[in-house]
């Protein structure tokens, strides 16, 4: 097994390790970061369906937390 196969098993199971959460925020960082991973997969394989596919998904999830994170500050 080389390192990209390694990234790519480590972003699988963040990615699945993601949906295992029943906390949304926890959730969506696991998932930001699995997806940053896959990114990085897709790089070293130069896939780079998979790497926009993730980049996308992992940019929602930011803007996500971010509104999660605001409202969150205008509760309080």
């Not at 963040?14 to 959460?21: G, T």
């Not at 596919?53 to 205008?74: D, G, H």
Request: proline letters at 1%.
């Amino acid at each position: 097994m080389n390192y990209v196969e390694v990234v790519g098993y480590i972003a699988m199971v963040l990615l699945a390790v993601s949906f295992l959460f029943k906390d949304i925020k926890k959730l969506r960082v696991f998932n930001t970061v699995g997806c940053l991973s896959f990114v990085a997969y897709g790089l070293l394989l130069g896939a780079y369906p998979i790497v926009i596919v993730n980049a996308f998904i992992a940019t929602v999830n930011v803007i996500q937390l971010a509104q999660m994170r605001k409202s969150e500050a205008e509760v309080s």
